[in-house]
């Protein structure tokens, strides 16, 4: 990801003539889709998502809900749940992993 996030970001930088400037959002949180069951996650909490910015753990107003972020704390890079931590970024399987594929919105 840090390779492909580098390159990308120089031909950016490149194309717009602005060589050192930013491309990336700040605390973002890279994921990689294993199956079809994290894909299925993923597209609810973006469809729910706008929907519950008031618990959003981004939103520096939230409501506290342990719910909320039992539910999708893995997904935002919070909360517990004995999630295990790979280079440092939240992981939490959801089934056993499958072979890694890109899903293009």
Do not use: C
Not at 9 to 25: D, E, F
Not at 29 to 40: C, G, P, Q
Not at 57 to 65: A, F, G, Q, T
Not at 74 to 103: C, H, K, N
């Amino acid at each position: 990801m840090r390779s492909f996030k580098s390159a990308a970001t120089k031909r950016v930088n490149q194309i717009r003539r602005t060589p050192g400037a930013l491309v990336w959002q700040r605390n973002y949180y890279e994921r990689v889709i294993r199956n079809e069951d994290e894909l299925s996650s993923i597209r609810e909490y973006t469809h729910l998502n706008p929907l519950k910015w008031e618990l959003d753990h981004e939103n520096p107003h939230r409501v506290d809900s342990r719910e909320y972020t039992r539910q999708w704390g893995w997904l935002e890079g919070v909360g517990s749940g004995g999630a295990a931590r790979r280079g440092g970024r939240p992981y939490r399987p959801i089934s056993r992993p499958g072979p890694a594929r890109t899903v293009i919105p």
